[in-house]
């Protein structure tokens, strides 16, 4: 009896929104949602499109703003929007008081879902990597030559990645790279991708999901490697800063021929601790349930399941804490 009743309950909660709208807009909602994705040419930025037109239609009328992983952050937290992509270990790095953190101010922010896993690609063009025996991302630090070296802009999760992954792990950092001679350039996707492929660029550090457009594409006009990191680094990062580990698979790129232990983390949703608990509900139940049409947008959506979906540690907003609890039942 008490699994019937948590059943008719969830499907009660899946059907919430197909009334919303016949219904009127539910008392204490915001007239619209705003939704901060990612730079332009990232998954976030791809799947925001989609994701926006489900929300308007099954929950509230929704528009998306080109973000990254930290300006999401701080923009929701001022008010500027409800609703945004980011990595969980921002989360918890913010609540820790660590030093590292301290430019990131969450306290008005709230985790609501763990979507997939967001996996450190550093890239290196082949060639280069054989000139001068490059196996990994130590040996690339340790090299003294001049580097042409690519990130995504500063605000963006991939750039913090690559600088606490410089500083910590290597004990390095842009500057002193630079009186190494390496050239550093702060990008978007597109534009950075046309300069690697175009040979313009050495390295390109970038993190994004475990199936990657971007990657398939850039490998059908370009010959790139990806350096692994060693564990002793990644343990240290994990202790550190509770970054973990990800294998990338030699089935998922022809470029990756083993496989390949790098960084990641997880890209989650959060939202403003002020939504009210139901919307935050329904907003999860239509994500839900359009989780494979948005799977066709971005493949990463199949990786969106009970089992990761909450990460501990980290301030959840109650209304997320419900939905999660009732499909877990």
Known sequence: MNFLLRTLALVALLLFFNTSFVCGKQQNW????????????GQWFLVAD?????LSQDVLSTSYRQGGGISNLEKIN?????LGFS??????????????YSGIKTENIRFIANIYPQILYFLIRTEFAQKHAIKNVEDLIRLKEPVRFALLKKGTGSEFFVRI?????YTTTYSDLREKGWKIFFNNYPETADNFVEGKLDCFAYTAGTQV???LDMENYTKFTVLPIKDAVLNKLKQQFSFNSYIISPEVYKSITKPTKTLSDFTCMVAHK????????????????NRDELSKTLIEFNNFSKKQTVSS???IHPGAEKFWNLLRE
């Open 50 to 54: 989609p994701l926006s037109n489900f």
């Open 30 to 41: 915001p007239p619209h949602l705003r939704l901060f994705a990612g730079p332009p040419g």
């Open 213 to 215: 457009p971007l990657l």
């Open 87 to 100: 990595l969980t270990s921002f989360l918890g790095g913010a609540a820790s008081g660590a030093p590292e």
């Open 78 to 82: 001022n008010g500027q929007g409800e």
């Open 313 to 315: 540690g980290i301030p």
């Open 274 to 289: 002020n939504l009210a608990d139901d919307l935050v509900e329904s907003i999860l139940a239509s994500l839900w349930k």
């Open 165 to 169: 992954l410089l500083q910590y792990g």
